[in-house]
Every structure is written in C-alpha cells, then in structure tokens.
C-alpha cells in the first residue's frame, strides 16, 4: 500500500509549512491527485488518518481532487491532458501516449490555527 508512503512524505510537507507559519494545529488539507497516480482515495484518507496521529496535523479533515494528467502524444507531437488510462489523445485519438507521473499527488493547501 504505497499510500502510506505517500501520506508520510505529505505529512512533512504539511507539518514544514505549518511551523514556519507558526501554526499550533492544522485544520484541514487539500491534496490533488493525477487521473493516472494510481492511488486508491479511500485507502488515501485511511492512511492520512492514521500518519496524522500525534501530529499537527491529527484530526485534519481531508479534500481530495482529481485532475486530469498531462501526457506527450507521440504520434501528433502534442501535449494533452488525459482523464485516465484509456483515453487517447483528444487531436489524433492515439493510444501512443507519454504520461507525466511526476505529480501523481500533491499539497495544494493547508489550514492552519
């Protein structure tokens, strides 16, 4: 379950921001994930849970939003955005598709008290 993981290296994110904000407790978090990370959302705030506890963080009501990858169609030679796996490229409809997984999942907000 990579999502522990991933909660992890999240909770250092969020917890880094919010003592450099001088913040005492987080409230709540805004995650985004790729269309194509891969990530189960339910094993996600499972997860988030439990990593949170004694922690800044504890407690904090987790957002999660999907947002479609961006991928290099190869065989057009253009950059498009994709909903998921199956989607092929909206000019051309090839299948011929380079992912960019490099923001499978990120940070986007914390609240902070």
């Known amino acids: 379950m990579h999502e522990v993981t991933l909660c ?4 250092d994110i969020i917890e880094q921001q919010a003592k450099q904000s001088g913040a005492q407790r987080v409230t709540a978090v805004w995650l985004e994930l790729s269309a194509v990370s891969c990530i189960e959302e339910d094993a996600l705030h499972f997860c988030f849970d ?3 506890r004694d922690s800044l963080a504890e407690g904090a009501e987790l957002h999660v939003t ?4 961006q991928a290099w169609c190869r065989e057009c030679q253009k950059p498009v955005s994709v909903a998921g796996f199956n989607t092929g490229c ?3 409809g090839s299948h ?3 992912v960019d997984s490099s923001d ?5 907000q914390i609240e902070i008290q």
């Open 8 to 11: 992890q290296n999240a909770l």
């Open 66 to 69: 999907t947002v479609p990858a």
């Open 104 to 108: 499978a999942m990120q940070v986007r």
């Open 96 to 98: 011929n598709l380079q």
């Open 50 to 52: 439990i990593v949170c």
């Open 90 to 92: 909206p000019h051309c």
